[in-house]
């Protein structure tokens, strides 16, 4: 089922195929990273970037926020996806075209055609910010791919495998890389290591991270 279980490199194409159904795409949103991140400035004067509570009580080191008709949220009641910023009362800013279209043009790639999200889940690292591993379950849709866009300071992305106890392989991911999970790998458990301290010229002393979803 799992039939790709090393990685491997399609030489010329900038592609490294991880799995069936998911591939990261290097340098994919080079040339759109500084609309992209323009449009983030847009997104975080509506919905500011905030520190999450888990159900369990603990506050999330990564601060969020999302655009697109549902965002993701979580506080002491649970993980889930809400139309409303719970911050403001009001909707999440509209998806900007440019992550319609990059979102879409990515998921072609790998043959996932017509990709429409609702989300975009917008993650904000500061050096030493880590995500413990986890996995995205709470997509109603549990076949579409999530897509997703690395902008500024480099990370190593974990990714694991079904169990949490399971061995992870360390992915480095940089500015302009898409990662497109699709397949039997959406269910796999994943995080991302500690970011180490460092400046980009896009973005200076932090990673910005896109996910786009497909929920309903
Ligand atoms: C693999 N974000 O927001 S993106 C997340 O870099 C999240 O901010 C990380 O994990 C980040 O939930 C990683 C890549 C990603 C997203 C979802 C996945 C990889 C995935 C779902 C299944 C498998
Ligand atoms: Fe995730």
Redesign the pocket.
Known sequence: MHAVPIPSIESGTGRLNIANG?AVLHGFALDDASALLEAVEAVRVAAPFRHLVTPGGHTMS?A?TNCGSLG?VSDRKGYRYAPLDPESGKPWPALPRIFETLAERAAAELGFSGYRPECC?I?H?LPGTR?SL???RDEKDGVAP?V?V?LGLP?T?L?GGFERSDKTTRIP?SHGDV?V?GGP????????APVRDGEHPATGRC?I?L?F?KVM
């Open positions: 998911a990564v969020m993701w889940l993650n690292y995500l986890h996995q995205d999530i997703s690395s990370a992305f990714w991911l990662v999970w790998s959406r269910m796999r458990f994943h995080g991302v990673r991270n996910t979803r």
